[in-house]
């Protein structure tokens, strides 16, 4: 189970779940657009064995939910909503700034939150109150109008908690491809958003990415995935930890360990096989366990290039200086740094964001955060004395280019 990987190939395997789907997802998309809510009722009945009478969540839903969720759960989401607000707030730029670049010239951006947006958060082998508060949470923060969110039924009143308590508008009863198909073209009882965000499975990420001609996605963030860099100094039993909370979310997650100390991928390796036997979700770990494994790379630079390469979804460092090679990382979505630096704690509370892209995307894209859900244009405001500074270079490249009417357009006005 616990093996030496060869990273090529474990990189290339890490799309071929979401090719695999492809095909059966563009049938469920094409359902969707066909017949609306009519497909949405019958592909729910058919993958997630649930009769809908209804798609949205009434008040009422919303406001029993915390009957029957604990006080203790309750308190704790919302300690973790101000965490997670507080480290968003931070990332809000202003609404509207402008500098005087030079005598008559200035330049500014104008920031405009988005209109609607949609949320997916997952619900197929667990509930993900967590996820509900990491994806609506930026969105309220943007500032944006209409937050919506599907999530498969029957939805944990815990679920409808977390998002009542972020405050999103809307909530439908709906799960998977059909999901995402609903808020990128909209349906009788789903109005269309202008993006979508969340993570899911392979079904739902393939969904995001078939969609992306018609509707702004966030990235793709399919099953989970974590890379552990560590020394001969790292405590194996913390990093097998690790390595099992994000093996137990998906059989198709995936973890790997890239090291420097061979003694240090067998110590894992046994306290792996030692904390699967007695982990509730066994089934689910062991499944992603065969395709996860260990690295061990011949000094620390070889290692790092090797965690650039993978551009893992979360990256957990246990090196002696962790501090001294943090620059040097290229693309993870997410780095947690040092032994005490559990995943769990970014999961759930600490007040980063946990939808992040995988299967090798954070090389493209940044985790979710405030700046998903605006839009920037720039501003700029130029004086006759402005004009006067630079119409000289404007016009010389506009005749350079052979586009004599932009230059014209400054010579027009300087004429005057
Ligand atoms: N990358 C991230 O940021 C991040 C964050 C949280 C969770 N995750 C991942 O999200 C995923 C959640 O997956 P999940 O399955 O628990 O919930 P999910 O909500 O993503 O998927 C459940 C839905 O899948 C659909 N489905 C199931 N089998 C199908 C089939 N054969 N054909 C078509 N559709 C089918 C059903 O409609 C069901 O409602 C996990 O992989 C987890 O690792 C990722
Ligand atoms: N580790 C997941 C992201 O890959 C997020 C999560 C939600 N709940 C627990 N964990
Ligand atoms: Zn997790």
């Known amino acids: 189970m616990w093996k030496a990987l060869d990273i090529e190939t474990w990189i290339a395997g890490r799309r071929s779940d979401l090719d695999r789907v492809k095909g059966s997802v563009s049938e469920i998309i094409g359902r969707v657009r066909a017949e609306g809510d009519d497909a949405l009722v019958d592909l729910t009945k058919k993958f997630d064995g649930i009769d809908l009478a209804e798609i949205a969540v009434s008040d009422e839903e919303r406001e029993a939910a915390y009957d029957q969720v604990d006080a203790e759960l309750v308190e704790s989401l919302v300690q973790a909503e101000v965490r997670i607000s507080r480290f968003h707030e931070l990332q809000r730029g202003r609404d509207l700034w402008l500098q005087e670049m030079e005598p008559g010239i200035t330049l500014g951006v104008k920031t405009t939150p988005l209109s609607r947006v949609g949320a997916y958060v997952p619900g197929g082998r667990a509930a993900y109150p967590s996820t509900a508060l990491m994806c609506t949470i930026p969105a309220v923060v943007a500032g944006v109008r209409e937050i919506c969110c599907c999530t498969p039924p029957p939805i944990n009143p815990i679920t409808l908690v977390a998002l009542d308590i972020a405050g999103v508008d809307e909530i439908y009863r709906v799960g998977g491809a059909q999901a995402i198909a609903a808020m990128a073209i909209g349906t009788e009882t789903i109005p269309g958003v202008e993006k979508i965000v969340g993570p899911g499975n392979v079904f739902v990420t393939a969904a995001k990415m078939l969609l992306r001609d018609e509707v702004e996605i966030d990235f793709p963030a399919g099953p989970s995935e974590i890379a552990v860099l560590a020394d ?118 600490s007040g980063t964001n946990h939808v992040l892209p995988t299967a090798g995307y954070a090389r493209l894209y940044s985790g979710l955060d405030v700046n998903h859900f605006c839009r920037r244009s720039t501003v700029q405001m130029i004086t006759r004395e402005g004009l006067e500074a630079i119409g000289d270079v404007v016009e010389t490249i506009a005749d350079a280019e052979g586009l004599h009417a932009h230059a014209e357009s400054v010579r027009v006005r300087r004429r005057r």
């Open 232 to 349: 001969s100094t790292a405590n194996p039993r913390f990093i097998a930890a690790d390595i099992l909370a994000q093996a137990e979310h998906d059989p198709s997650a995936a973890c790997v360990l890239v090291t420097t100390d061979a003694a240090l991928a067998d110590a894992v390796g046994a306290e792996v096989k030692r904390m699967v036997e007695g982990a509730d979700r066994r089934e689910i770990i062991e499944k992603a366990l065969d395709h996860s494994g260990y690295i061990v790379a011949g000094d620390l630079d070889e290692a790092v290039a090797t965690v650039n390469g993978i551009a893992p979804e979360h990256l957990s460092v246990q090196v002696a200086d962790p501090l001294g090679i943090l620059t040097r990382f290229r693309s993870a979505g997410s780095i947690f740094v040092g032994p005490y630096a559990a995943v769990a704690c970014g999961d759930y509370a």
